[in-house]
Every structure is written in structure tokens, then in C-alpha cells.
């Protein structure tokens, strides 16, 4: 079942919301407005014919930006959502089928009150084009430099940082990710600590976890609630698949060769894109990325690009 969901964005940023009334699948769940195309329906004529039959608002096919493709499985119930961002409709929004709305700021949303199939669209909305990885090679004896460089990056709009420091003790990482703590709250960024699970559960909100490829296999459940940050390290469709249940979003690589790992082929963007795309939670692309590159990475089904080197 193809689905198309409107995500409504007001000029404060708050994003629309609709609650599945009494009697549906899901019933008291939050949602994006939307819903099913109809037998030989084109996508985009069916957002519009959607979002007026329920909302009673008319959207511009050609002001809406593609968001993220969310395939999910209620049961032996197969869905293909596909949600797309609207900045500016006609008409002001109201309940024609009986449905309760609400206006959140995405980061206010809680997530467990989404339907399961929704959470990605909120995650895709809440993550930034540009996930910065801090260099391997920094050195103990440099966290002054690397905390005042951090915090300029967080002033400067830096909303997504993960602190992968193998050559420092985890206790000074961490220590690192607490003196930030408070500046990334404010700014709404969120700080990573590369596998360490613990660690990210002591700090607790704004710091979370960016899973090892290692530890997917080893994961039962989401390790940190949903009010700290979780992403994955993928390579191939099966690690996707494992991070849909244990992580917000995941990193894909590599899309472009490295010097780093000059023996491991590289996935080019076709490939990327069809991992990315059949994957139910944002994807980064990673490996030869650099921040210029971040809307090529939309253009191909990615959230946007991570990286080291030129991200900093």
C-alpha cells in the first residue's frame, strides 16, 4: 500500500499532527496527515486530493520537498510511505474526518506516541543535513583545544557531532560530551559517544550513542530511551535492517572510496540510494562525504552526508 503523508510546517516550525480516532487500526496514535493513492493515482495528486479531503487545505505539488520513504510492516500489512514537507498551503487546517489535531515543534514530540510507521518522518524532520565525526587521531592531551573548537562548531549550528576519540579513556570522553551537555541542550544539538552505551546512559539527555557495526548483532532492544539520540554504523541491507529497531537513523558506507579503507569497494550513489531508500529510518551517507555534497545525498534518498576531514 503506497501512502502519502503531508508534513505541514507553520512559520514558528511546529509541524501538524492528526490523532486516529476511535475504531481505526491504531486508534489514539498520532500521525502525519495523509493516506492511501487510489487505483492508477499519480503520488503527488493524491497529497494534494489527500490533504484537502482531510485537512480542507490546498498544497502545491511543486512547493513540496521530498522528506523520506519509510517501507513498514503492520504484520503481514505492507506500506510504503512517503512523506513530503509543505512550508506553505491555502486554507487553514481543520478536522474533516473526525480526527483531533495539534501543533508540536518536532522536538517536542514524544516519539511513543507516533505510530510506530511515523517515528522516522519525526527523526528525518529532527536530524540536520550534516553529521560531524570528530578526527581518530586527536590526541588526550588536546581536549582543551577539542572543547573550545566543539562548543564554536555547536554556536556555529553544528546539531549532530559524534565524539569518536579511540585514543582517549572513555572517562575523559565523556567528560568531554558533560561539559558540552549543557550548550548542546540549548542549541538543541545532540552530542554521540562512539559506542559507549553506558556511558550515554550516565549523561542522559542531548548525549547519545552511535553504534559499532559489532554491536547490532548483539542489541535485543533500543538500549537508551527516546529522548537521547541513537545511530548505527551499516554497510550493507541486513545492518540496516537490525538499526530500524534499535537506532534513529544510520550511517551508510562507503558511498565513495576512502584513504582510509582504500581496499573496500565503494557502494556509488545507484547503490546507496536503493540501500537507503529500502531502509525504514534516515540514512547518512558516508565515506568521501564533505558538507557540499549534502544535496546530492538528498537528491539520492540520503538524510544527508557524515563525515570527518573537510566537516571540520
Given at each position: 500500500?503506497?501512502?502519502?503523508?503531508?508534513?505541514?510546517r507553520d512559520a514558528q516550525g511546529r509541524v501538524l499532527l492528526a490523532q486516529?480516532?476511535?475504531?481505526?487500526?491504531?486508534?489514539?496514535?498520532?500521525?502525519?496527515?495523509?493516506?492511501?493513492?487510489?487505483?492508477?493515482?499519480?503520488?503527488?495528486?493524491?497529497?494534494?486530493?489527500?490533504?484537502?479531503?482531510?485537512?480542507?487545505?490546498?498544497?502545491?505539488?511543486?512547493?513540496?520537498?521530498?522528506?523520506?520513504?519509510?517501507?513498514?510492516?503492520?504484520?503481514?500489512?505492507?506500506?510504503?510511505?512517503?512523506?513530503?514537507?509543505?512550508?506553505?498551503?491555502?486554507?487553514?487546517?481543520?478536522?474533516?474526518?473526525?480526527?483531533?489535531?495539534?501543533?508540536?515543534?518536532?522536538?517536542?514530540?514524544?516519539?511513543?506516541?507516533?505510530?510506530?510507521?511515523?517515528?522516522?518522518?519525526?527523526?528525518?524532520?529532527?536530524?540536520?543535513?550534516?553529521?560531524?565525526?570528530?578526527?581518530?587521531?586527536?590526541?588526550?592531551?588536546?581536549?582543551?583545544?577539542?572543547?573550545?573548537?566543539?562548543?564554536?562548531?555547536?554556536?556555529?549550528?553544528?546539531?549532530?557531532?559524534?565524539?569518536?576519540?579511540?585514543?582517549?579513556?572513555?572517562?575523559?570522553?565523556?567528560?568531554?560530551?558533560?561539559?558540552?551537555?549543557?550548550?548542546?541542550?540549548?542549541?538543541?544539538?545532540?552530542?554521540?559517544?562512539?559506542?559507549?552505551?553506558?556511558?550515554?546512559?550516565?549523561?542522559?539527555?542531548?548525549?547519545?550513542?552511535?553504534?559499532?557495526?559489532?554491536?547490532?548483532?548483539?542489541?535485543?532492544e533500543r538500549p537508551l530511551p527516546w529522548s537521547q539520540p541513537i545511530g548505527?554504523?551499516?554497510?550493507?541491507?541486513?545492518?540496516?535492517?537490525?538499526?530500524?529497531?534499535?537506532?534513529?537513523?544510520?550511517?551508510?558506507?562507503?558511498?565513495?572510496?576512502?584513504?582510509?579503507?582504500?581496499?573496500?569497494?565503494?557502494?556509488?550513489?545507484?547503490?546507496?540510494?536503493?540501500?537507503?531508500?529500502?531502509?525504514?529510518?534516515?540514512?547518512?551517507?558516508?565515506?568521501?562525504?564533505?558538507?557540499?555534497?549534502?544535496?546530492?545525498?538528498?537528491?539520492?534518498?540520503?538524510?544527508?552526508?557524515a563525515g570527518i576531514g573537510s566537516f571540520w
Amino acid at each position: 500500500m503506497h501512502v502519502m503523508a503531508g508534513v505541514l510546517r507553520d512559520a514558528q516550525g511546529r509541524v501538524l499532527l492528526a490523532q486516529r480516532p476511535a475504531g481505526k487500526h491504531l486508534a489514539g496514535f498520532w500521525e502525519f496527515p495523509g493516506g492511501k493513492l487510489e487505483s492508477g493515482e499519480l503520488p503527488q495528486p493524491a497529497m494534494v486530493r489527500e490533504l484537502r479531503e482531510e485537512l480542507g487545505v490546498l498544497v502545491e505539488p511543486q512547493d513540496g520537498v521530498p522528506l523520506i520513504r519509510v517501507p513498514w510492516h503492520y504484520g503481514d500489512r505492507g506500506l510504503l510511505i512517503d512523506a513530503w514537507q509543505f512550508t506553505s498551503w491555502r486554507g487553514s487546517p481543520a478536522s474533516l474526518e473526525g480526527q483531533t489535531l495539534q501543533w508540536q515543534m518536532p522536538w517536542e514530540v514524544d516519539p511513543t506516541t507516533l505510530a510506530p510507521a511515523d517515528r522516522p518522518i519525526l527523526q528525518a524532520l529532527r536530524l540536520p543535513a550534516v553529521y560531524a565525526i570528530t578526527p581518530a587521531d586527536v590526541l588526550p592531551d588536546h581536549a582543551g583545544t577539542w572543547h573550545a573548537r566543539l562548543a564554536e562548531a555547536i554556536e556555529l549550528g553544528a546539531r549532530l557531532i559524534q565524539l569518536r576519540l579511540p585514543l582517549w579513556p572513555a572517562e575523559q570522553v565523556r567528560d568531554l560530551a558533560e561539559r558540552l551537555q549543557p550548550l548542546a541542550l540549548r542549541h538543541t544539538a545532540r552530542l554521540l559517544l562512539n559506542g559507549d552505551i553506558e556511558g550515554a546512559r550516565s549523561l542522559g539527555p542531548g548525549v547519545g550513542v552511535h553504534l559499532k557495526g559489532a554491536q547490532l548483532g548483539e542489541l535485543a532492544e533500543r538500549p537508551l530511551p527516546w529522548s537521547q539520540p541513537i545511530g548505527a554504523s551499516c554497510h550493507d541491507a541486513a545492518q540496516l535492517a537490525i538499526s530500524v529497531h534499535l537506532a534513529d537513523f544510520a550511517t551508510l558506507s562507503p558511498v565513495a572510496a576512502t584513504a582510509s579503507h582504500p581496499h573496500v569497494p565503494a557502494l556509488g550513489w545507484p547503490r546507496f540510494q536503493g540501500l537507503a531508500e529500502a531502509a525504514a529510518l534516515p540514512v547518512y551517507a558516508l565515506g568521501g562525504m564533505a558538507p557540499a555534497l549534502a544535496e546530492q545525498a538528498r537528491r539520492h534518498g540520503a538524510q544527508g552526508v557524515a563525515g570527518i576531514g573537510s566537516f571540520w
